[in-house]
Nanobody, 121 residues
C-alpha cells in the first residue's frame, strides 16, 4: 500500500500564491513520474503538471509560466508552486505518483485524497 498525503491548499485572492506538497509513504521500491491534477465539479480531472524521476517536466498550457513543479526524490515528495493565481485555477488538486512496490513490479498509479484550492476575484 502507498499513501500520498497532500498539504498546502487553501483560499487566496487572485494574483496570490500557494505551494502544494505531496509526500508518498508505504511500500515503495521506486517512484517514476509524479504529478498534479485538478478537478472541478462536473468536469473531468485534468493534468496540471508532471515530473519524472529524471526531472523531465510537462505543464498544461493554462498554467505554464505561472506554476512550477519540483520534487525531492530522497523524500518521495513532489511540490507545486502556484503563482499569479486566477479564479479559474479553483479546483481540488490531486497528487499522483507511479510507484513500483518491489524490483519485479510494474509502476502503478496512486492518488492522494485531494486538497481544495480556492482563488477569489
Amino acid at each position: 500500500q502507498v499513501q500520498l498525503v497532500e498539504s498546502g491548499g487553501g483560499e487566496v485572492q487572485a494574483g496570490g500564491s500557494l505551494r502544494l506538497s505531496c509526500a508518498a509513504s508505504g511500500s515503495i521500491f521506486r517512484i517514476n513520474a509524479m504529478g498534479w491534477y485538478r478537478q472541478v465539479p462536473g468536469k473531468q480531472r485534468e493534468l496540471v503538471a508532471t515530473i519524472t524521476s529524471g526531472g523531465t517536466i510537462n505543464y498544461a498550457d493554462s498554467v505554464n509560466g505561472r506554476f512550477t513543479i519540483s520534487r525531492d526524490n530522497a523524500k518521495n515528495t513532489v511540490y507545486l508552486q502556484m503563482n499569479s493565481l486566477k479564479p479559474e485555477d479553483t479546483a481540488v488538486y490531486f497528487c499522483n505518483a507511479y510507484v513500483a512496490y518491489n524490483s519485479g513490479s510494474y509502476f502503478r498509479p496512486s492518488w492522494g485524497q485531494g486538497t481544495q484550492v480556492t482563488v477569489s476575484s
